[in-house]
């Protein structure tokens, strides 16, 4: 069965960091485009990193660049997004998922993980 399991959410100050882990089972991580999404409250779910399955491209939105790293460990079959310089905006459930094309779109991603709580806030 093929699963993504989000971890590492919490509540963090403004300012702080946070690594999120997106660990998968029932199929290798490798093998996938990987991208990290999140919902606000009241808003749209937004593409925030994708890291390509083919090269190991990455992307990120605008709002996090030069904050926000993503990464893999083929090895732990699994992948990050370490979270740097926190902002109340970046408040958002976190979801992990996997797909085949190499884009930031949420509908090329197939496979999603259950999501992670995010809070930004002193």
């Known amino acids: 069965q093929l699963q993504l399991v989000e971890s590492g959410g919490g509540l963090v100050q403004p300012g702080g960091s946070l690594r999120l882990s997106c660990a998968a089972s029932?199929?290798?991580?490798?093998?996938?485009?990987i991208g990290w999404f999140r919902q606000a409250p009241g808003k749209e779910r937004e593409g925030v990193s994708c890291?390509?399955?083919?090269?190991?491209?990455?992307y990120y939105i605008d709002s996090v660049k030069g904050r926000f790293t993503i990464s893999r460990d083929n090895a732990k079959n699994t992948v990050y997004l370490q979270m740097n310089s926190l902002k109340s905006e970046d408040t958002a459930v976190y979801s992990c998922?996997?797909?085949?094309?190499?884009?930031?779109?949420?509908?090329?991603?197939?496979?999603w993980g259950q999501g992670t709580q995010v809070t930004v806030s002193s």
């Open positions: 998922a996997a797909g085949y094309e190499s884009s930031c779109t949420i509908a090329n991603y197939d496979y």
């Open positions: 029932g199929f290798t991580l490798d093998y996938y485009s």
């Open positions: 890291i390509s399955r083919s090269d190991d491209n990455t």
